[in-house]
DNA sequence: TAGATTGTTAATCGATTAACAATC
DNA sequence: TAGATTGTTAATCGATTAACAATC
């Protein structure tokens, strides 16, 4: 068994890719792959890629390369859990929408289990199946059903108390669409930030001085 | 004038982010701010606060700090173009909605001009107001308008196929929400990438390792 | 066995942090 | 002037790439 260096922070952020472009080898029949064929699809070396799957113990076999099937499954299970990890969503905009819709299709490691927003004409309503309660009622229902993942669609005025009063209830994980930074505050929180508007920012900083 | 190193992919991602500080500080009446200060709210060091303003030129005043405004001003305009940017969204979908969405509050830089889609029902109903477009009127609705931007909406299969087709009506830039990657194929490409699936796939692994 | 390709160590590269002279 | 804080150079750190021995 090979050397297990505790994963950086690129190397996670590329497990995902490699679970897809595997996953698309297995269902066109392909067998087996080497470090330099999965480089040149990933847009990296075969070095890295070597490197990257030995941070997990090497699922190759020298001289032959991997195992499209084995390697796939186990990346799998180091990505996601056995069973799919409760989560519910925190503001039913348009954004909470689109979210709540990308659930529906591409569950695979989650459950959305609710919505929550403050807006009355809301409450009661249904979102992809899921009902959309009061926050009032949130303390309650997290006492109940023990969350453990909530996916903040709140405008960044709200997001920072939204933020404590999930932090208080137990929850430990973010995916955060809002522009509000849990890290800073709360280093020990698992937070996955998707900022859009630094996104489209970014892009246009490269179309202003690259077009 | 000091020297003006070409500033890297990381220090780029970071501008949008001191933007957006640096707004809020000036709608609260702050007028000049120290790189520790800055530092401090950003998460990071006041050595790469310096670092990264001295790629642009250096905006501050040794033994002063820097000015909120005129810094504000400064990052505002290397991000954002003088005349909003004239952009298309393809895939009217539920993703299509919520961005749609987003560039009606959130218009900055970008002008959201048309949404082309495929399937029949969707064409000329309106989207935020702008009207959803036949795919086969994509040509020549270029053609005439020339857009220089492209949101992609569109699910994974058809991705390839579409940014064949942008790009050789001459768009070269995009915000990608779809799991092609173009940087491979593309090189010259402006693509700014927003994988939520790998996104999510990056929390569960943590909450998989880590919870 | 010879060829191929991994696992792993070493070298390089780039980004971050530290230090300090310049200067307001 | 003294204190503060920048701009900039130097040191450190970490990630990527190269090299090569191990081995299928």
């Not at 075969?46 to 190759?60: E, H, I, L, P, T």
């Not at 927003?117 to 309503?125: A, N, Q, S, Y």
Request: proline residues 5%; aromatic residues 10%.
């Amino acid at each position: 068994m090979p050397t297990q260096n505790k994963p950086s922070l690129p190397v996670i952020k590329r497990l995902p890719k490699y679970y897809r472009y595997l996953g698309e080898m297995e269902k066109e029949g392909v067998t087996k792959v080497s470090s330099s064929e999965l480089a040149r699809v990933m847009g990296t070396t075969a070095s890295q890629v070597r490197q990257d799957f030995n941070c997990f113990g090497g699922f190759g076999q020298q001289g032959i390369g991997y195992n499209v099937k084995l390697l796939h499954e186990e990346l799998g299970k180091l990505i996601f859990a056995r069973h799919p990890v409760p989560t519910i969503l925190i503001g039913a905009g348009n954004l909470g929408h689109a979210m709540a819709n990308y659930f529906r299709q591409d569950t695979q490691g989650f459950e959305l289990l609710a919505a929550f927003d403050v807006k009355p004409e809301m409450i009661g309503l249904t979102l992809c199946g899921v009902a959309i309660r009061d926050m009032a009622e949130l303390e309650s229902y997290c006492a109940e059903h023990k969350p453990k993942v909530a996916v903040i669609c709140v405008p960044r005025e709200a997001a920072k108390q939204v933020a404590q009063k999930l932090i208080d209830l137990g929850i430990r994980a973010f995916w955060n669409f809002s522009h509000y930074d849990f890290s800073i505050e709360y280093p020990d929180i698992i937070v996955e930030n998707v900022h859009l508007g630094d996104s489209l920012a970014t892009l246009s900083y490269e179309v202003n001085n690259n077009l």
